[in-house]
């Protein structure tokens, strides 16, 4: 075990007793949402994990340990902090071991210690990826280099829409990384079912997922999958609407001088105040979505090994 990683009880039990575990990001309880929204999110997300026969562990890094599986002080001290505590991705790991710092894990950094800690799947909103004119920015998320080297498959609900999303597929593909759509052959968008491009492979049933993963790691071909389900069509916005909006949000961003690490949270809190808050509950639904259907992977998944 890594001297600088600490799991939870339970997590440490339920990897002794080959039990499912799904993993969860932290920087959607810090920077995804106001408090107290973000911990009651961060508990309901929890809660649809076990109500799915599956162990939560939440990542994030607590005064320098890297952590999987929170307490509910901790989920609680992480909500109520906010954007004070720092957004974490692979460069930023040894900053704050070294400094005994607290981090909330980007998908990058929650797929490394979850590997550190043997938890193959992860469950979040939607991955980072190619930034709308990156060909000057050169502004590519470290998620997708994580996804091309950690074997942990990241259930979510495609790229966040503010993306450039042909060109995150382009990279993806370039890097490997299988890109599966649950129950569909479309890319979903984040806030919407729809984007107008197709996924690599469309599987239908949880143990279908759980075999593809089995046999990719079983091959030795390293690295992640993108497991692409899409945000029920109940709560879905309107796609041109979204566009409209994202193009706004983006707009003011580039106005501002926004950029880097920093860009995600501002976008997708200008997006909400231009919705009135309908983009942060269709995120909340999305974010339970995947949190159940990861559950139900992970359990068809411990069969299997």
Request: glycine residues 6%.
């Amino acid at each position: 075990m890594n001297p600088y990683l600490e799991l939870s009880p339970e997590v440490k039990q339920a990897l002794s007793d080959n039990r499912p575990i799904v993993a969860l990001e932290s920087t959607i309880i810090s920077h995804g949402m106001p408090y107290p929204k973000n911990m009651e999110t961060a508990l309901q997300v929890e809660q649809i994990v076990r109500e799915n026969h599956a162990i939560p562990a939440t990542i994030a890094i607590i005064n320098g340990i890297l952590k999987a599986g929170l307490s509910k002080d901790e989920i609680h001290f992480l909500a109520k902090q906010g954007k004070a505590v720092i957004k974490t991705s692979r460069r930023d790991i040894p900053f704050l071991v070294s400094k005994k710092l607290n981090g909330a894990t980007t998908v990058a950094s929650t797929m490394i210690i979850a590997q550190m800690a043997g938890i193959k799947i992860f469950a979040t909103g939607g991955i980072g990826g190619v930034h709308r004119g990156a060909a000057e920015s050169f502004d590519i998320s470290a998620d997708l280099q994580e996804l091309a080297h950690t074997p942990v498959a990241v259930v979510c609900a495609g790229a966040k829409a503010i993306l450039d999303l042909n060109l995150t597929l382009e990279y993806l593909e370039t890097n490997g990384v299988p890109v599966i759509g649950y129950q569909t052959a479309e890319l979903p968008a984040f806030y919407t079912r729809q984007s107008g491009l197709k996924v690599d492979y469309q599987l239908n049933s949880p143990l279908e997922i759980a075999q593809f993963l089995q046999c990719k790691w079983d091959l030795n071909l390293n690295g992640g999958v993108v497991i692409a389900n899409p945000i029920p069509e109940a709560y879905q916005m309107d796609y041109q609407q979204m566009m409209h909006t994202i193009d706004e949000a983006l707009l003011e961003a580039k106005k501002m001088g926004i950029k880097g690490k920093e860009s995600t949270p501002f976008l997708l809190e200008k997006i909400a105040l231009l919705t009135s808050g309908e983009s942060l509950e269709s995120n909340i639904k999305l974010a339970f979505n995947n949190a159940a259907l990861a559950a139900k992977v992970a359990c068809e998944l411990v069969k299997i090994k």
